[in-house]
Structure formats: structure tokens, C-alpha cells
């Protein structure tokens, strides 16, 4: 928890943070956004690139057709109308890693616009949603890097990389319909999972292919205008950018507190330090004297191409997760867990169609199985206990093959020795007591030792039965065969007759 200031809760209470986050992610086309070259992250420096993303005069940028293509998916992933024919511009700048002079940018005709995305509200625990506007997706290029240190002579020099320049990029804004960090959280993960799932971006944050600009003001609770909004750029995980928010309402807070004001800028993040810097006044809004780009026509996807980028959409996150609850009668956090990449629920999936009940498939997974793993600190793609091997062991429990118990020891031997569970079965195949006359003799026993359940049981309190099927099972050390012994319980009792 970052405290900016020492703001009691009564003062924290008197306000309403407001945040609109501006999120930049790159594409994952082969080649870069206009012209041919590798579109990769890394590389030896300035070893991608070619006179268009150079800027060399002359070149002339062409409009890779995938970029286009994925900018429409994740527009209508996230529920965005998307413009038939829409305007790259220049957004004119001067900055290092920037050869142009300008970037290759939409202004005013964006590609999608009036988009949304819902995410959990309150607790989320009963599936209330609020739904953050989505103002608008656009398609630009990105710049390259400077590189400030690494070199004998970086304190007096910085280095141009400009790899990444020309990169595609998709920038997503939206609405300043955020109310707190845990909703800029709930935001970023929805954004981000839906991202992935239309294959459109790796999302990797470390690389750099996910970014995200976080606008923060504060205003008195019930004023009829936002306040004023400071920017936090560039912080490169979810995590940070939970605490670079709550530290930046509750240092707006402090100033107008102390009788000051806050002032448009930009600020930076300084994790280490847990606070966020001024970088550069915005008070004197930027001019970046956007023009139509003169080298590139005006884009145009109409109803026919949209339809045909559209079979490319693949079902997403929260509509599979449904699915998934209908089809295989899981519970709501279960489906969750299985959603969670693509490759898992694939996997879920395909082990639940194989599986005489799915529901016991996935308990199985959540519970026995991720227990173990956690702990034996292993990752789930690292378990000894295959999905077929789960899928047996599920079949087993359900045909009553197997007792829970038996179940847990087989598990535990998996664990131990790093084996399959078909394997341990094979080897360790517990014997059940299947015999009718054995697990007679043993509910007779269990039936004379206890009277008084009897008695409840024949006075019509039938739960009862489960006392005995317990108490058999006991005596049978867990061997007793949990169909046939649960029949024969209520066959024996039964016969006894009402009281
Ligand atoms: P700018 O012109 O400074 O770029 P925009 O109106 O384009 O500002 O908005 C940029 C981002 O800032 C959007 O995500 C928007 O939701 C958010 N935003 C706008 N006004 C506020 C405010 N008062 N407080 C918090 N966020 C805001
Ligand atoms: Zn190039
Ligand atoms: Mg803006």
C-alpha cells in the first residue's frame, strides 16, 4: 500500500478518484506496420529496419493488410462500432527515437469507436457487472527506444534502437468511467484476456507489448465537474499500476488539501520508491498539428472484409465460460480457473468430452490435484497426473470403482513418484470388496451395534442411511465398493420397515 501522504479516512471519504486509462499494444503481424521489416522483439540494434521506418526522404509507408485485419478483431472484441472508412494523420513531434519527426497516427477518423468492456463489480461474487466505456481503438506505429545506459559512455550519451520503430500498434482508450485501482485492475485484466484471445497480441508487459497510461483526478464527492487530471505513463506491470494509481489519488488528494491545485502533466512511476514524478507540464496543451497523412489513402474496410476478418473471431473469454458451465455443469469459479488461457480450457475440454462426468473431471483438477501441486510447487503443466489420468481416475470414482479415499492414496503416490495415475492404478489397483455377502455381514454388524440410528432411520429420517454407509466403510478400512455398499445399506434398512 503506497501512502502518499498520511490522509485520514474521513479526508480520503470526502473524495472521487476518476481514472480513464490509454492503453497501447502491439500487433502480432509479421512485418511491421508499413513497410517489410521484421516485426520482433529484440534483435542487435537498428538491424530491423529499412528507409520507410527510418524515415529516410523519400520512402514511402504501404499499409500491412494484417494490421488492419487484427485492428477490426479487437475492436469488435471490445464491442466497438468500426468506422467503414477512417483516416491515418500525422501527429507531429519532435523526439530522438522518433526519425520522422512525426508518428503515423489516427485522429480524427479512428477505425472503432463507442466500444465497452464489463468487469466484476463489487466483490463480483454474484456476477455483477459494471460495464467501462470504450471511447475509442485506434491503429498508429511505434517508436523506437533510447537507451540510457549499458554503454562506457552513457552518462554523456544516450543510444538510438529503433527495432521497434513502425511497430503495429492499436491504441485503446476509454472512458474516465473508473473509479478505483481495483477497477483500473479489473479493467486491464478483462482488456488483456480478451487480447490474447483473439490472438491479436502477445500482451507480454515485459516486453513491452502491452502498455498502459493511467489519467487520474479527484473531485469532492457529488461535484458536477471532474477535476483536473495528471497522466502516470509507462508502468509495466498490473501490479504496479494498482499502487501507481492509488498513490497518485491519494497525492492529489494531499495537494488540494493543503490548499493547492493539481495541474495537467504527465507523470512517472518510480517503483522502488513507491511514488510517481512530474516528467512534463501538459498546462500548455501539446500542439501536434495532426494533418490527414498525405502518403497514405484513406482507409477503407467495408461491410464484406469486416464480415470475412469476423470468422476469424474465436469464442471469448466470458461467453466460453458460460458455454462451459452449461455443457459440463461446473461451477461458475471452476470455469473460471479453466478459462484462464486458451491452451487450458482446450484442454479441459477435451478431458471433459472423454469423461463420464465432467464436473467430477474438473473438481478433481481444482481440489486433489492443484492441492498437490501446490504442494509439491509445481505448475499445473508440470503435474505427474495427466488429464487422462485424471480422466480415469474421474470414471473410476463415478462408476463407484473407486472410494474417495482410495482415490486420494492412489493421487498420493503419483505425487511421490512422479508417475501417471493410469500407471499407479495398474500397480497399486486397491481391492475392492465387491462381494454382496462380505459387505452384508459387515452393515448387519454395523446395524446391531447402533439401535438408536436404526430407530431413527425406521422413524422415517432417511439422512440416517449415511451414518451406516460411513460407518461400514470404517470397518471394511475404505475397501467396501461405495455403489454396491450405499444400495445394500438402504436395502437392509428398508427391509426393517417403518417404526
Ligand atoms: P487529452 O486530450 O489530454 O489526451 P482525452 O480527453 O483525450 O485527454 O482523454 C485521455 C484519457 O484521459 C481518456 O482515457 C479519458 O477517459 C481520460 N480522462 C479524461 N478526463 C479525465 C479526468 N478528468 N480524470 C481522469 N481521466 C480523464
Ligand atoms: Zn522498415
Ligand atoms: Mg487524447
Known amino acids: ?76 472484441a471490445i464491442n466497438c462500432e468500426i468506422r467503414e472508412t477512417s483516416v491515418f494523420s500525422r501527429k507531429n513531434y519532435f523526439y530522438p527515437d522518433s526519425p520522422k519527426g512525426y508518428q503515423i497516427s489516427q485522429f480524427d477518423k479512428p477505425i472503432a469507436e463507442k ?38 559512455d552513457s552518462i554523456s550519451k544516450t543510444y538510438i534502437d529503433l527495432n521497434r520503430c513502425g511497430t503495429p500498434l492499436v491504441e485503446i482508450v476509454s472512458e474516465p468511467d473508473l473509479r478505483t485501482a481495483d477497477e483500473v485492475f479489473e ?30 483526478s479527484v473531485m469532492l464527492k457529488g461535484a458536477a465537474e471532474y477535476g483536473t487530471k495528471a497522466e502516470v505513463k509507462n508502468v509495466n506491470s498490473f501490479r504496479y499500476i494498482r499502487s501507481a494509481v492509488e498513490y497518485e489519488i491519494e497525492r492529489q ?7 493547492g491545485r493539481v495541474i495537467q502533466e504527465s507523470r512517472l512511476w518510480n517503483n522502488a520508491e513507491g511514488r510517481t514524478y512530474s516528467m512534463r507540464s501538459k498546462e500548455q496543451a501539446h500542439d501536434y498539428r495532426y494533418f490527414p497523412e498525405p502518403d497514405l489513402p484513406p482507409l477503407v474496410v467495408g461491410a464484406a472484409w469486416q464480415a470475412e476478418i469476423l470468422k476469424s473471431m474465436p469464442e471469448l473469454p466470458e461467453a466460453r ?36 462426468s465432467p464436473r467430477r473431471v474438473a473438481s478433481l483438477l481444482t481440489s486433489e490435484i492443484t492441492m498437490r501441486l501446490r504442494l509439491s510447487g509445481l ?63 459387515m452393515i448387519d454388524e454395523v446395524i446391531a451395534a447402533n439401535p438408536k440410528q436404526v430407530d431413527q432411520y425406521r422413524g422415517g429420517k432417511k439422512t440416517v442411511a449415511a451414518f451406516f454407509v460411513g460407518n461400514v466403510m470404517r470397518v471394511s ?18 427391509a426393517l420397515g417403518p417404526l
Open 187 to 216: 479493467y486491464l485484466t478483462k482488456l488483456k484476456e480478451i487480447l490474447l484471445y483473439t490472438g491479436v497480441s502477445d500482451c507480454n508487459m515485459e516486453e513491452g507489448s502491452l502498455r498502459c497510461d493511467a489519467n487520474v
Open 321 to 356: 465460460r458460460a458455454r462451459m458451465i452449461a455443457e459440463y455443469d461446473i461451477s461458475a469459479q471452476d470455469a473460471a480457473t479453466f478459462t484462464n488461457t486458451i491452451a487450458f480450457a482446450d484442454q479441459f475440454e477435451a478431458a471433459a468430452k472423454r469423461a463420464k
Open 1 to 76: 500500500m503506497s501512502t502518499a501522504t498520511m490522509l485520514s479516512p474521513e479526508i480520503l471519504a470526502k473524495y472521487q478518484p476518476v481514472i480513464g486509462l490509454e492503453v497501447h499494444v502491439q500487433l502480432l503481424t509479421a512485418s511491421k506496420a508499413f513497410c517489410g521489416c521484421v516485426n520482433k522483439y529484440g534483435g542487435d540494434p537498428n538491424t530491423h529496419v529499412c528507409p520507410t521506418c527510418l524515415g529516410l526522404p523519400g520512402a514511402l509507408p504501404v499499409l500491412n493488410r494484417r494490421a488492419v485485419e487484427f485492428a477490426v478483431l479487437a475492436a469488435k
Open 115 to 152: 466500444g465497452w468492456i464489463d468487469i466484476p463489480a463489487g466483490s463480483g461474487k454474484d456476477g455483477a457487472t459494471k460495464r467501462i466505456g470504450v471511447t475509442r481503438l485506434h491503429m498508429e506505429e511505434d517508436a523506437g527506444k533510447s537507451i540510457h545506459d549499458g554503454f562506457a
Open 253 to 259: 488528494i494531499g495537494v488540494i488539501e493543503d490548499g
Open 477 to 494: 478400512k475404505g475397501q467396501a465398493n461405495p455403489a454396491l455398499l450405499n444400495e445394500l445399506v438402504t436395502k437392509k434398512l428398508d
Open 379 to 441: 505448475e499445473l503443466d508440470q503435474s505427474p497426473v495427466s488429464l487422462d489420468g485424471i480422466v480415469l481416475a474421474a470414471d473410476l470414482a463415478e462408476s463407484g470403482e473407486l472410494s474417495s479415499k482410495m482415490l486420494k492414496q492412489l493421487f498420493d503416490t503419483c505425487f511421490a513418484e512422479s508417475k501417471d495415475f493410469p500407471a499407479i492404478y495398474d500397480r497399486d489397483k486397491p481391492r475392492q470388496i465387491s462381494d454382496t455377502d462380505a459387505i452384508e455381514t
